[in-house]
T-cell receptor, first 113, second 114 residues
C-alpha cells in the first residue's frame, strides 16, 4: 500500500523567505506526483504535476523536484508572500492504479508579514 | 466551463437523515472521482467513474453510501441514515482519460451531522 508522508506538518516563516516542503512515498513505482494547495475550508487547487520521467517542474515562483528512486519530492516556493499561507498536499497514484491518488496529510504554511 | 463544480458547499443535517451531493466535472473529462477529507488529514479515495461506469469503490464506502453518474456527465453522492462520523469534506475531482492525467478538484461539500 502506498504511504505518503509530509514533514513538517506546519511551518511558519517571515515574508520573503524561501519555502521548502517535503514529500516522501513508499512505493517508487509511480506514474507521476501532483502538488496541491488548499485554503481553509476550500477545495484543492492543482499547482504542479511531475511525470515520472521528469526530475523537476517549474511554474512561476514554484519549483518541484522528483527523485523516484529515493521516494522523495520537494516543493520550493521562492520569495514567500502572505498570500502563500495555505496547506500544501502532495499526492501520487496508488499502487498499480493510475487514477486513485494517495495523499499526504499536508504541510500548513504561515507566511508572516 | 471554469472547473469542477460542487453543490451544496455546506450541509448541516440531523443524524439519521439522508443527504445528496452533486458534482459537475469539467465537461470534456471522462473520469470522475469522489474523495473524503477529515480535519488535518489528506483526502481519501471513495469511488471512481469512467464515463457512466463506476469502476472502483473503496472499502470506506459503506452500504449507506451510493454514487451515480448517469449519462457520464454530473455525479451524485448520497449518504443514507447519516451518522456523526460522516461529518467531513466531500471532494469531487475529474480528469481526462489517459495514463495518470492531472486531477482537478472542486471546492468540496462540507457535511456536518448533528
Amino acid at each position: 500500500k502506498q504511504e505518503v508522508t509530509q514533514i513538517p506538518a506546519a511551518l511558519s516563516v517571515p515574508e520573503g523567505e524561501n519555502l521548502v516542503l517535503n514529500c516522501s512515498f513508499t512505493d517508487s513505482a509511480i506514474y507521476n506526483l501532483q502538488w496541491f494547495r488548499q485554503d481553509p475550508g476550500k477545495g484543492l487547487t492543482s499547482l504542479l504535476l511531475i511525470q515520472s520521467s521528469q526530475r523537476e517542474q517549474t511554474s512561476g515562483r514554484l519549483n518541484a523536484s522528483l527523485d523516484k528512486s529515493s521516494g522523495r519530492s520537494t516543493l520550493y516556493i521562492a520569495a514567500s508572500q502572505p498570500g502563500d499561507s495555505a496547506t500544501y498536499l502532495c499526492a501520487v497514484p496508488a499502487g498499480s492504479n493510475d487514477y486513485k491518488l494517495s495523499f499526504g496529510a499536508g504541510t500548513t504554511v504561515t507566511v508572516r508579514a | 466551463d471554469t472547473g469542477v463544480s460542487q453543490d451544496p458547499r455546506h450541509k448541516i443535517t440531523k443524524r439519521g437523515q439522508n443527504v445528496t451531493f452533486r458534482c459537475d466535472p469539467i465537461s470534456e473529462h471522462n473520469r470522475l472521482y469522489w474523495y473524503r477529507q477529515t480535519l488535518g488529514q489528506g483526502p481519501e479515495f471513495l469511488t471512481y467513474f469512467q464515463n457512466e461506469a463506476q469502476l472502483e469503490k473503496s472499502r470506506l464506502l459503506s452500504d449507506r453510501f451510493s454514487a451515480e453518474r448517469p449519462k457520464g456527465s454530473f455525479s451524485t453522492l448520497e449518504i443514507q441514515r447519516t451518522e456523526q462520523g460522516d461529518s467531513a469534506m466531500y471532494l469531487c475531482a475529474s480528469s481526462l482519460t489517459g495514463m495518470a492525467t492531472e486531477a482537478f478538484f472542486g471546492q468540496g461539500t462540507r457535511l456536518t451531522v448533528v
